[in-house]
């Protein structure tokens, strides 16, 4: 991927066949061949993150602020390996998606049945119940475990209805999804 930087930013220089990039690691080594020793006799150090000219003339350089390390490509975006981006797509990649929204009442009650969608995950667990179901008896028995007089508090609803059911998928799949709750009162 950092190949296809330096290609981008070569690209950029006016004249892309007379300028090289000095790729330096974090260590300060630089994986360039006789052409590192002359920046070094220049009295110029290349390090991480600096490009340097390497042309005819003289060399100098193009641009001290080069990305350096594991980038990753999304979209039309470069992003560095620690982005919440990435991280978040792993574990949604290897846990899944589950998405629930509940409809309740100002008297506490659910006005209608949670609507439920997986993504990501399988249709049914080792004894072949439907996980669907087994994610609506979670979210029930999270909204039932929540006193009355609690259950209008939003955050309360969804975090207890998040837990419930991340804890009855590591039990049924023995992974926890991620899980997104919707609270609406009306």
Known sequence: MASR??????QRSPNPTESMPCVASAMGGCFTSGRTRLIFSMGMCPSAG????????SPHLLDGDVPIGRLYRDGNLLLQAGDMAIAERKRLSWNGHVSVSIVMQRNGEMAT???VDLTGLPAGDANGLDMSERV???VYNAVESIPRGRRKDRDMIRD???R????????AWGKKPLCSVLVSMI
């Open 5 to 10: 930087v330096i290609l981008k930013l070569m």
């Open 50 to 57: 600096r490009m340097f000219h390497l042309g005819p003339n």
């Open 113 to 115: 049945d949670p609507a």
């Open 136 to 138: 609506l008896g979670a």
């Open 160 to 162: 207890a209805v998040a």
């Open 164 to 171: 419930s059911i991340r804890a009855e998928m590591k039990l």
